[in-house]
DNA sequence: AAAATTATTTAGGCTTGCCTAAAAATATAT
DNA sequence: ATATATTTTTAGGCAAGCCTAAATAATTTT
């Protein structure tokens, strides 16, 4: 049996390594999980008994075998649920990842099968991140940022890569939402603003905001 | 902060109230949580710090104001999650529990009325228990067993008091299900099994199974 | 009403997961 | 290469929730 606290050291390992790749010090995990350096050296120690995970002390964690399907699977679950709240639940994107927090740690395979195929096998969840799948695979998503989009090229946001409310709430309030299809119509080069259509309706916005919005091209 | 092993006590005291009534002892308790008299008595005083019960030693427990809201939130959220399971993912009446067990703890009020709202308020759960309301009223039911039901009434079917994996196999190879319209056409005294037709279909049954059907009466 | 039985509480221990402080190993700077 | 700084681990403690065994209160029997 996996405590939830082991589940969320097996995911902050996993996080880790899907942006900072490799070998991941107690320091990483213990800033992740906003937790003590001790507390995850006798954490991880725990976790290698159960062989989920590699460790040489003082070199550093990786996920075993075991260890990663199950990082997936509880990651997997995660973006699930935020799909179904968004989705299904009309919770908008700022709101979903506590709650998605808690949801990812039902344990029953039979509940995450059933709600991906009430979803409708989403692939990617409501931040535009890939949703794995049952057998553990994770689709890289090659995404630019809507600042690098060329003027008059299409494309489909795919999500956000800033988790502030304030932002998120920004981006409702302008219509933009996953899946939804942009236009850039010009780029100021004064202060790198753009002129866009989000679904044929013209907005202006900053740079700031369009360097934080990940888009997959069509055109 | 209420934690999960605190909602289990409020929930295990609730349900041994709303059956046998009036005070609760911790022996009883400790049976329905399957762990040791002591053990409840300790946690019992950490929830009368809380206000959450009211305790006299050795004279038993009662849920306080709060303590019972809460218990009934429990409640609530176990039923509704119910209902999600079966009627949007299509499990089965006898799946549900033990993974409602787990969805009952998630601590977001907006999301268990979304999910009211999403499975449209329904009034009762697959097992014909009603759904507390969102201020905590449990409509009570004065159901009777298909068995007690006299020829040429009406009804419609609430639930079932077996949870057998056979039993709600036949059931639903005879269309029975929550909700279903059902009408007695005649019983036969030599072996008490019933003439009846769902949703206007014509079946037979034995007494085995039309005593573990419940039934509301509507004429 | 005293004795026996049963229910409840207290006492002392255990595991999990966290903490801080100190020690040890590793990395960096001189 | 030695000294200093940083990272990691060890050591010792704490709270939550559980346990068993023993003590105490309440109930039932005789």
Redesign the interface.
């Known amino acids: 049996m996996i405590t939830l606290s082991e589940e969320n050291y097996l995911k902050a390992i996993l996080s880790i390594n899907l942006d900072t790749k490799a070998i991941v010090s107690t320091n990483e995990i213990a800033n992740v999980l906003d937790t003590s350096a001790a507390s995850v050296t006798e954490m991880i120690k725990k976790l290698q008994e159960k062989k989920l995970v590699i460790y040489k002390k003082y070199k550093g964690v990786t996920l075993s075998k075991s260890g990663c399907k199950k990082a997936i699977e509880i990651l997997r679950k995660h973006r699930l649920w935020e799909t179904f709240?968004v989705n299904?639940?009309?919770?908008k994107w700022s709101?979903v990842h506590?709650?998605a927090e808690?949801?990812e740690h039902?344990?029953?395979q039979?509940?995450t099968d059933?709600?991906d195929?009430?979803l409708n096998y989403p692939k990617f969840d409501p931040h535009g991140e890939p949703i794995p799948t049952k057998n553990g695979i994770i689709h890289p998503t090659k995404r630019i940022t809507l600042s690098e989009m060329v003027v008059n090229s299409n494309g489909i946001i795919m999500g956000v890569s800033l988790d502030d409310k304030e932002f998120l709430d920004y981006l409702t309030k302008l219509n933009i939402s996953i899946g939804s299809n942009i236009e850039v119509i010009e780029r100021i080069t004064f202060d790198q603003s753009m002129k866009i259509k989000i679904e044929c309706k013209p907005e202006h916005i900053s740079q700031d905001v369009a360097k934080n919005i990940l888009i997959k091209i069509i055109k």
Chains 1, 2 share one sequence.
């Not at 299904?88 to 919770?91: I, N, V």
């Open positions: 709240l299904k639940l009309d919770f709101e506590d709650v808690e949801l039902i344990k029953s039979k509940l059933k709600l195929h009430f």
